[in-house]
């Protein structure tokens, strides 16, 4: 019994902080992930010791792990999967093989390792980036389905199958001359493993989903779901596998069926329950005294290893044809070394490949580079369009974000742009089509494009954000725009660089999050699009319809939601701070609070009036007017003097704002 509830009382801790801990993180707008990891410090070993083993909660952070890979697997399709391949395939190998042989090199020159297999042992460990902590970063910020959310998990994907051989060699490396026959029974079971997986989930997985979906029984369904995930990366990790690729390999089976979408919503709430625990565990590894003690040499590792590997994997993303944006945002999220390499560390330590300090040193490295990921992710597409504007780069780097094909018929005028050809791109395309409206879509997907040729739809292949492929798009040509892209970022910089080359453009724009509305409306959108609440303003029209009240009566109620930006119908999660939301969640912005003197040409007139935007390029998030702060204001909204304005743009625009607001001739020519 005193097992039993010390048992339920490990769990308890372990929840209860990763919540507390979550809640804190995201409270100051950070990743839930940083909490989680903060909050196995706090209860583990090296914190407040209430729980003294990782070991106590390992079993499961290894199911959180196995439902995180197998919900990628549900979502990453198998055509998704065709379509990264090249780079799954040829780009990872030529990843590892680069570090493993640089590492093995540098660390025996500098006798940092004291043989050479000592140093092909470090260069597998460094070899590997985190797939839990990248799926959750690009989770939490809906990137999964983006370009190089995408590029990221295929490298990743590769790397947890390449883990099992890994393991398999690791022994012979005392012994080289078994490691051929060690490699080739790696790469047998792997053959054997995918054999019979293809088959299963071909013939046997489909239907046995079907027999048990028959029964509608949820309890039975999730059941199924479970035993199979597990039971799939059971098998995986018996074979000397990692129990990643099974998890991932049995996603992958019911990706394809009817029931898949059902299955990935039954295993959420477990993923993320368990995950929890698995990113605790990593945060109960971190040792504060080691860190303290060897801070320099900690902090020096960490620098050389995240920037080597993004050096390394960045030449190998654009070798493949991907953009310059894209290699650097998958450079700067695989720069850290993975979970898995503890596993490695440990067996290493065990074989004698690595000694007890160097261990010590590269659990803590290891850990560092993990926290740092989110914050990496998030400031990647930043520091890509700087890169890209600097004068000496920018003739070079063209090549690398310029549109790769282009269809477009001669003449081609009054049509409507569409930004994005996934799901929902594909209905507006159909809707505007049916009714005889002339379209173009821009899209860096190669699947999609290939449906675009197949259907003969005018088509620019690029990334819908870079200037080029815009200009390529002659938007001053277009009659409106339509944002359907899955990634929030490339949204809002998209929304705003159309807006220079077209001002007048009518823009309407997919929300991802609540949060996203305002800020879109504010950067010029005609009209935000949030999904979910769509979907409630459908069901709550046909509800009242039902209930007998006049249809003109219910459109008017709908679109007076619309046009007040849902505010009656969602709820606001504290208070209002276009000044924080715009450092958080623009970063590729910078934001300014200027003052309208007495003799500004400002004064006196509406925002609409006004027209900032189109003159300057700035767009105005907030006035303050005396004690009072006007959050997103209208375009009704009258300037006066003294009013203090939060404008926002690049460094350029807010320095033509500053000359807007001082020179009457300017306002007046304009």
């Given at each position: 019994m005193a097992v039993g509830q010390n048992f339920i009382l490990d769990l308890t801790t372990v929840l209860g902080a990763s919540a507390v801990g979550g809640y804190i993180a995201n409270r100051l707008r950070q990743p839930v992930l940083l909490g989680y990891l903060a909050s196995g410090?706090?209860?583990?070993?090296?914190?407040?010791?209430?729980?003294?083993?990782?070991?106590?909660?390992?079993?499961?952070?290894?199911?959180?792990?196995?439902?995180?890979?197998?919900?990628?697997?549900?979502?990453?399709?198998?055509?998704e999967?065709?379509?990264?391949?090249?780079?799954?395939?040829?780009?990872?190998?030529?990843?590892?093989?680069?570090?493993i042989s640089l590492v093995a090199l540098l660390s025996t020159l500098v006798g940092w390792v004291d043989t050479p297999s000592?140093?092909?042992?470090?260069?597998?460990?460094?070899?590997?980036?985190?797939?839990?902590?990248?799926?959750?970063?690009?989770?939490?910020?809906?990137?999964?389905?983006?370009?190089?959310?995408?590029?990221?998990?295929?490298?990743?994907?590769?790397?947890?199958?390449a883990l099992g051989l890994m393991l398999a060699i690791l022994p012979t490396l005392k012994n080289p001359a078994n490691i051929g026959l060690a490699l080739l029974t790696a790469l047998l079971k792997v053959?054997?493993?995918?054999?019979?997986?293809?088959?299963?989930?071909?013939?046997?997985?489909?239907?046995?989903?079907?027999?048990?979906a028959e029964t509608e029984n949820s309890e039975l369904f999730l059941l199924t779901v479970i035993a199979l995930c597990l039971g799939v990366a059971f098998i995986t990790a018996q074979l000397g596998l990692s129990i990643e690729m099974g998890a991932f390999v049995a996603g992958l089976m019911i990706s394809e069926i009817d029931y898949a979408d059902q299955a990935l919503a039954k295993v959420l709430p477990l993923r993320d329950t368990f995950a929890s625990m698995f990113f605790a565990s990593i945060g109960m590894l971190i040792d504060p005294n080691i860190l303290i003690q060897n801070f320099g040499i900690i902090l020096g590792l960490v620098v050389v290893v995240m920037i080597g590997k993004a050096a390394i994997v960045l030449p190998i993303v654009l070798k493949f044809g991907y953009s310059f944006k894209t290699a650097v945002i998958a450079s700067l999220g695989l720069n850290q070394i993975g979970e898995f390499s503890f596993v490695l560390a440990l067996v290493g330590r065990q074989q004698g490949l690595i000694a007890q300090e160097q261990y010590l040193l590269l659990l803590g490295t290891t850990a560092i580079t993990l926290l740092f990921t989110p914050v990496c992710l998030r400031f990647s597409p930043v520091l890509a369009n700087k890169i890209i504007n600097i004068p000496f780069l920018a003739s070079y780097l063209r090549q690398f974000r310029d549109t790769k094909d282009?269809?477009?018929?001669?003449?081609?005028?009054?049509y409507v742009v569409v930004a994005g050809y996934g799901r929902v791109g594909q209905v507006v395309v159909n809707i505007l089509q049916n009714q005889g409206h002339k379209v173009l879509v821009i899209d860096s997907s190669e699947a999609a494009i290939k449906r675009l040729r197949t259907e003969n739809i005018p088509y620019i292949f690029g990334d819908a954000d870079s200037e080029l492929v815009l200009e390529k798009a002659h938007l001053d040509k277009a009659k409106a725009l339509a944002i359907a892209l899955p990634d929030p970022?490339?949204?809002?910089?998209?929304?705003k660089r159309a807006l220079e080359l077209a001002p007048d453009l009518d823009v309407v724009a997919r929300s991802h999050q609540n949060k996203e509305i305002d800020i879109l409306t504010q950067l010029g959108a005609k009209e935000v699009v949030q999904p979910e609440f769509e979907a409630a303003l459908e069901i709550g029209s046909h509800l009242l319809g039902t209930l007998g009240?006049?249809?003109?009566?219910?459109?008017?109620?709908?679109?007076?939601?619309?046009?007040?930006?849902?505010?009656?119908?969602?709820?606001?999660?504290?208070?209002?701070?276009?000044?924080?939301?715009?450092?958080?969640?623009?970063?590729?912005?910078?934001?300014?609070?200027?003052?309208?003197a007495s003799d500004s040409p400002l004064v006196g007139m509406t925002l609409a009036t006004a027209d900032i935007r189109k003159v300057t390029g700035v767009t105005v998030m907030a006035i303050q007017k005396g004690d009072e702060i006007l959050h997103y204001p209208s375009a009704k909204t009258v300037l006066q003097v003294g009013d203090r304005l939060l404008a926002v743009g690049e460094p350029d625009e807010l320095a033509a704002f500053q000359v807007l607001i001082q020179n009457q001739e300017t306002i007046k020519e304009n």
């Open positions: 410090l706090v209860v583990g070993p090296f914190g407040f010791r209430l729980l003294r083993e990782v070991d106590q909660i390992k079993p499961f952070a290894e199911i959180g792990v196995a439902f995180l890979l197998f919900a990628l697997g549900v979502e990453f399709s198998l055509a999967l065709k379509r990264v391949k090249n780079i799954a395939l040829n780009g990872s190998l030529l990843q590892m093989g680069l570090t000592q140093g092909i042992f470090l260069g597998a460990v460094l070899s590997l980036s985190s797939t839990a902590v990248v799926l959750k970063t690009l989770t939490e910020r809906g990137e999964t389905n983006t370009v190089h959310g995408q590029v990221m998990l295929a490298i990743l994907i590769a790397q947890d199958l053959l054997v493993f995918l054999t019979v997986a293809f088959v299963a989930g071909r013939w046997l997985v489909p239907q046995v989903m079907k027999r048990i282009l269809s477009i018929p001669e003449g081609f005028r009054d970022a490339s949204t809002r910089l998209l929304l009240e006049r249809p003109s009566i219910i459109y008017s109620l709908m679109e007076g939601m619309r046009s007040n930006r849902y505010q009656n119908i969602r709820v606001q999660s504290g208070t209002l701070n276009p000044e924080l939301d715009i450092a958080l969640n623009v970063p590729e912005l910078q934001q300014q609070w200027m003052a309208l």
